[in-house]
């Protein structure tokens, strides 16, 4: 149980195009979702919030105007980056705590993102 | 005050050696502590938790040590195997979102690589 997919794996744009990451609880709802990005041998950054119907909460010093975050339903929460530059390349994680279920996340498999 | 500081930053040891890790915190309010092991190119996939209510907690070869008066926290993975390779990161969170923290948002620490030789 538990489990969190993320789609797709990996995706290589063309730099001013857009993104999206797509992320689901397969098992279990999860009001709560959370987007991470890591640098290559770094920890996971956590770059934003996401509630079920409601607005996302951003980190400190993360755009939201470039990183659009959606979760419209308890088992699916998208990210999409806007008007990607190499810079964003980056390897993008989502989490998700069960409804109900407290402080456990469950991470998805990750996305690698390459911007051209 | 919301950091969690990890080490060491690698570790080597042999097959069937004991590997320790280490994480200190500095806000109280945290009261849970999860260790992730993430492969390369892989996600964090939660390996055992622990609440400030135990000092100790077992699941097979890993346990986790919690010293709340010290705010210090250790993963100890036994016999360890080459197969554990990885790299291992300590989290913590505070369930009532206090001390400056949003409610089970995590703070990881810094990460540890982990190699085991055969």
């Known amino acids: 149980g538990a489990v969190v997919s993320q789609h797709p794996s990996r995706v290589i744009c063309k730099s001013g195009t857009s993104v999206k990451i797509e992320c689901r609880s397969l098992?279990?709802?999860?009001?709560?979702m959370f987007w991470y990005r890591q640098f290559p041998k770094q920890s996971l950054m956590l770059m934003a919030t996401?509630?079920?119907?409601?607005?996302?909460?951003?980190e400190q010093g993360v755009e939201k105007d470039k990183f659009l975050i959606n979760h419209a339903s308890l088992t699916l929460s998208t990210l999409t980056v806007t008007s990607a530059h190499p810079e964003d390349s980056s390897f993008y994680i989502c989490?998700?705590?069960?409804?109900?279920?407290?402080?456990?996340?469950?991470f998805g498999p990750g996305t690698r993102l390459t911007v051209l | 005050q919301q950091q969690v500081k990890q080490s060491p930053q690698s570790l080597i040891v042999q097959k069937g050696g004991i590997s320790i890790i280490n994480c200190a915190y500095e806000?109280?309010?945290?009261?849970?502590f999860p260790w992730y092991q993430q492969f390369p190119g892989k996600g964090p996939a939660l390996l055992i938790a622990?609440?400030?209510?135990?000092s100790e907690k077992k699941e097979g070869r890993f346990t986790i040590s919690f010293n709340k008066s010290a705010k210090q926290f250790s993963l100890h993975i036994m016999d360890s195997q080459p197969g554990d390779s990885a790299t291992y990161f300590c989290?913590?969170?505070?369930?009532?979102?206090?001390?400056?923290?949003?409610?089970?948002?995590?703070?990881f620490g810094q990460g540890t690589i982990l190699t085991v030789h055969p």
């Open positions: 098992d279990f709802q999860a009001t709560t």
């Open positions: 989290a913590a969170s505070s369930s009532s979102g206090a001390g400056g923290t949003s409610y089970g948002k995590l703070t």
């Open positions: 806000n109280t309010a945290f009261d849970y």
């Open positions: 989490s998700a705590s069960p409804s109900g279920g407290g402080d456990t996340q469950y």
């Open positions: 622990i609440r400030p209510d135990v």
């Open positions: 996401s509630n079920e119907g409601s607005k996302a909460t951003y």
